[in-house]
Nanobody, 126 residues
Framework: QVHMVESGGGLVQAGDSLKLSCATA????????MGWFRQAPGKEREFVAH????????RYSDSVKGRFTISRDNAKNTVYLQMNSLKPEDTAVYFC???????????????????WGQGTQVTVSS
C-alpha cells in the first residue's frame, strides 16, 4: 500500500491553469507507475493520465491530451499534473493512484491501481 495526499485543487476560471501534486509514502516510489483519475458529480471515475516509474512513458485520455501534463520527481516521491486551458467540463475531484506492482495492462482502468489518495476538488467556472 502507498499513502498518498493530493493538493493544489481550487476554483478557477475557464482558460486558467492549475498544478496538482500528489505526495506519496510507503512503497518504493520510483518503480511505481502513477496515475491521475477524476470523478465529476454523477459520473464514474475516469482515467486522466499516467506515467511510468522512470518517467519516460506517459499516456493521456483524449479529453485532456495537449492540455494536461503529468510528471514526477522521484527524489521527492511526488507526482504532478499540470493542467492548462482548463474547461468547465474538467470540473471534478482529482485522485492520484499507484498501479499494482508487476501488473501488466494499459494503465487506464481503475482495477489496475491498488492505492488511492483522498482526492482534491477542481472547479472551473465559465
Amino acid at each position: 500500500q502507498v499513502h498518498m495526499v493530493e493538493s493544489g485543487g481550487g476554483l478557477v476560471q475557464a482558460g486558467d491553469s492549475l498544478k496538482l501534486s500528489c505526495a506519496t509514502a510507503g512503497r518504493t516510489f520510483s518503480i511505481n507507475t502513477m496515475g491521475w483519475f477524476r470523478q465529476a458529480p454523477g459520473k464514474e471515475r475516469e482515467f486522466v493520465a499516467h506515467i511510468t516509474g522512470n518517467g519516460i512513458i506517459t499516456r493521456y485520455s483524449d479529453s485532456v491530451k495537449g492540455r494536461f501534463t503529468i510528471s514526477r520527481d522521484n527524489a521527492k516521491n511526488t507526482v504532478y499534473l499540470q493542467m492548462n486551458s482548463l474547461k468547465p467540463e474538467d470540473t471534478a475531484v482529482y485522485f492520484c493512484a499507484a498501479k499494482r506492482i508487476g501488473f501488466t495492462g494499459p494503465g487506464t482502468a481503475l482495477y489496475e491501481y491498488d492505492s488511492w489518495g483522498q482526492g482534491t476538488q477542481v472547479t472551473v467556472s465559465s
